[in-house]
Every structure is written in structure tokens, then in C-alpha cells.
């Protein structure tokens, strides 16, 4: 049953556009992550929250930046995208603080930047 | 930094035979170890997770077991399915986060 819900689900868009993509989550977790998984299937962590507050800020591109409006919503926005941007942003939670606890995934947001 | 080393990228045995992924880690924490299995589509799911020494950790017919000395964590299972055709990561918990490895990816043939 999908208790971290991610939209959108695809996304396809130019060189240079900003896009967004959106995550809650319904299991009362406190913290949030995003994770990119690219064409090679690797897994790395780009940002975590914890009650809102930033706690893990990977080296990533200036053009990403987080978004948390409650600890249940943890957004992404790309300001300008690149080709290298194109992978599937996961969305995760974790009922431990500071990644003690098992991740739940989202189903993913797949971004296309031609 | 942490870091979690799966050696086999990709995996294609018979139904039946055994399974056996390798996983081992280096991290300065007292750490959980966990297994991670995406099937094609879907989201990363977690199989198993142990923080105990020595202890064997099963669910859905995996098994693995935490040794310490050898900062080792490998997947097995008895006999394969053709349903366990999936990609699996290894991962741990370090500092403030969970790493994972490259992933192996398990294709099991009738």
C-alpha cells in the first residue's frame, strides 16, 4: 500500500526549464529524503529533513533546492535543468530520526530533459 | 565516508539453484545493514535489516547474516524463483544517512 505518494510520475522538458516535483507522505514519519537514481540504477541520497530542518545537503548542483513546508511534504525544485539531470528522483520517509530507521519509497518521478 | 560494496553487478542463475549476493561495508559507526529489492517499475522495497552480530536475519525465504569481523552482509536463498528476478541493494545507516551500494541486479531463468 503506497503511503509516500510523488508527483508528478514523468516528466519530459527542455534544456534550461525549471521543473518541480512534489512528495508527501501519510506515515507520520519524521524525516524525508530525495534520492536520484540514475540510468545506471545507482542510489544516492541528495537531501534529507528532519522536522523540517535540513540535515543532509549532498554535493548536488546549486540549481537543486529543497523544499519543506511541514514534515510531511518535502519538495524538489530544479531551477534550470541539464541533460545530466535526467534520472528518477525518489522520494523516501523514515521513522527514525537522522537515518536510524528503514526507508519507504515513493514510486518515483521520472524526469526526461531533452 | 561510508560506503557499501556489492561486487556483482548482474546475476543470472537457473530456478532452483541457490542465491548468493555479495554486500560488505566500511563505516566508523555502529551501523544497521539493510537489503533493498526493486522489481522492474516499481519502488525500492526493504527485504531485511539486522544491526545484531552473527545474527540471522530471514523474511521471504532470504536470509543474510551480520558478521562484524568481515563487515560483511550477503543475501542467500535456498532455491530461486523466477519472481525474485529483481534488482537488490545493499545499504547502511551511517552518519545521519542511509548509503547504498551500486545494486545487483538478479535475473532468474526457467
Not at chain 2, 523474511?59 to 563487515?71: D, E, I, R, V, Y
Request: aromatic content about 10%.
Amino acid at each position: 500500500e503506497t503511503a509516500v505518494f510523488q508527483t508528478p510520475n514523468y516528466h519530459v522538458t527542455q534544456v534550461g526549464n525549471e521543473v518541480s516535483f512534489n512528495c508527501k507522505q501519510t506515515l507520520g514519519h519524521d524525516t524525508m529524503y530525495w534520492y536520484k537514481q540514475d540510468s545506471k540504477k545507482l542510489l544516492k541520497i541528495m537531501f534529507s529533513y528532519n522536522n523540517k530542518q535540513l540535515i543532509v545537503n549532498e554535493t548536488v548542483p546549486r540549481r537543486f533546492s529543497p523544499q519543506s513546508s511541514d514534515k510531511a511534504h518535502l519538495n524538489l525544485r530544479i531551477k534550470s535543468v541539464e541533460p545530466e539531470d535526467s534520472a528518477v528522483y525518489l522520494c523516501a520517509s523514515s521513522p527514525g530520526q537522522r537515518g536510524t530507521g528503514q526507508l519507504y519509497f515513493g514510486e518515483g518521478s521520472k524526469l526526461t530533459v531533452l | 565516508g561510508d560506503s557499501v560494496t556489492q561486487t556483482e553487478g548482474l546475476v543470472t542463475l537457473t530456478e532452483g539453484l541457490p542465491v548468493m549476493l555479495n554486500c560488505t561495508y566500511q563505516t566508523a559507526y555502529s551501523t544497521f545493514l539493510f537489503w533493498y529489492v526493486q522489481h522492474l517499475n516499481e519502488a525500492p522495497k526493504l527485504l531485511l535489516k539486522s544491526s545484531t552480530d552473527n545474527k540471522r536475519t530471514e523474511h521471504q525465504g532470504f536470509h543474510a547474516t551480520l558478521h562484524k569481523s568481515s563487515s560483511s552482509f550477503h543475501l542467500q536463498k535456498s532455491s530461486a524463483q523466477l519472481s525474485d528476478s529483481a534488482l537488490y541493494y545493499c545499504a547502511l545507516n551511517g552518519n545521519e544517512k542511509i548509503t547504498f551500494g551500486a545494486g545487483t541486479k538478479l535475473t532468474i531463468k526457467p
